[in-house]
């Protein structure tokens, strides 16, 4: 196998070398596959079937002070972007009722998590209930912002299908039944 994205592919949209991390991919309803990845700039494109080859052009979410590590999750007929902002990183989040947007700002998702510079989320729904996957470094209090433990707390929507902000808790969730 080779590269799906190699830097050469994004130099139109930055003059980074680092821009093309934090990959992830949703399959949405209808089966259609995206990859969504970024520093500094949130990329997506459409992948052919076989998912390992791009089906179509490279584009940008446009979202505010986009650092890295973006995640799509869909709930209840909305799409949510999340992903790093400002450094050391909080986890902010956009919404939209299309994949490809408009995108609209909500704001800080999630606080500065603990001894890490970085934070990196994902978001799932499980049995009925969601979840907030992220990192601290709790466990590595002693080894600099860089080290990272993992962390689940519970997620809960508003009725207008707005995030609540995520509480970081030490206890985390109880076992899904």
Known sequence: GSALITNDMTTDKTKISWDDIDPTVIVDDNGQAYLIWGNTACYYAKLKKNMIELDGPIQTFNVPNFTEAPWINKHNGWYYLSYATGFPEKIAYA?????????????????????????????????????????????????????????????YYNPDGTMKRVVMTSEGVKSAK
């Open 95 to 155: 919404m939209s009722k299309n994949i490809n947007g408009p995108w609209v700002y909500k704001g800080i998702l999630n606080e500065l998590a603990g001894n890490s510079n970085t934070n990196h989320q994902a978001i799932i729904d499980f049995k009925g209930k969601s979840y907030f996957i992220y990192h601290d470094g709790a466990l590595s209090a002693n080894a600099g912002g860089y080290h990272r433990s993992v962390c689940i707390d519970y997620l």
